[in-house]
């Protein structure tokens, strides 16, 4: 029951990437496009049990629902077209480099500051365009005293999402890392998904500060 559940779900998350893929494409989200992803969601959201998708429908509902507090219409070409980067987030898509940033979405916390490695319980989920995960980011990782989960827990710091991949990947087999994390965060677990990109920077950030230690140590 719970594979077809499953299988379920993964159909309409496929629906809805179709038809978030298409208004991307375009590069112009407006008013028919709105009402087709709000029909979707009307329709298909409360039935499909997935955070991603719930964190998603309540961005665009709440969208909606500021304008009309305001006495906006948000269907109106002017605003529905300030969701095109909330969708660009859903699948992925960043038009700056040569592969699309499937990071750079909607699940991201802001780490607020420096973050630290040794000590710190990583969870790499995806595939990574700096290097591979196995043989190259995580020994790096290690190397600097950081930890290694392979699926998060309320004991991991930060689940890293890798830049590339196809559009659906975060909702299917790494995406259960993702999910898993925010049902952790629904529950008051403090830990924050981050981007390949900002784990990198703070890779960068503890190799320096180390370099310098090293150099200043007195010889023999």
């Not at 040794?118 to 990782?141: D, K, M, N």
């Not at 008051?188 to 140590?217: K, N, P, V, W």
């Amino acid at each position: 029951m719970k594979q077809i559940q499953q299988q379920h779900c993964d159909e309409k998350i496929s629906e809805l990437l179709e038809l978030c893929q298409g208004i991307v494409e375009d590069n112009l989200l407006g008013p028919e496009d709105l009402d087709r992803l709000t029909d979707w969601l009307a329709d298909n959201a409360p039935a499909v049990k997935h955070a991603l998708l719930d964190d998603f429908a309540n961005r665009i509902n709440t969208f909606c629902n500021n304008h009309w507090d305001c006495g906006q219409d948000p269907f109106a070409p002017e605003n529905c077209s300030k969701l095109l980067p909330v969708v660009a987030g859903l699948v992925g898509f960043t038009g700056v480099c040569d592969y699309n940033d499937y990071s750079a979405s909607l699940m991201l916390n802001d780490p607020g500051g420096a973050i630290p490695i040794h000590g710190t319980v990583f969870c790499p989920t995806g595939h990574f365009a700096s290097g591979s995960r196995s043989s190259w980011l995580i020994p790096r990782i290690r190397r600097l005293g950081g930890l290694i989960a392979s699926f998060p827990s309320g004991k991991t710091d930060y689940v890293v999402v890798g830049a590339m991949a196809s559009p659906s990947w975060k909702f299917r087999t790494f995406g259960r890392k993702i999910e898993k994390a925010m049902d952790l965060r629904a529950k008051g677990y403090d830990l924050l998904i981050i981007s390949e990109a900002t784990l990198l920077t703070a890779l960068d950030a503890a190799e320096q500060t180390q370099a310098f230690h090293c150099d200043r140590e007195p010889a023999g």
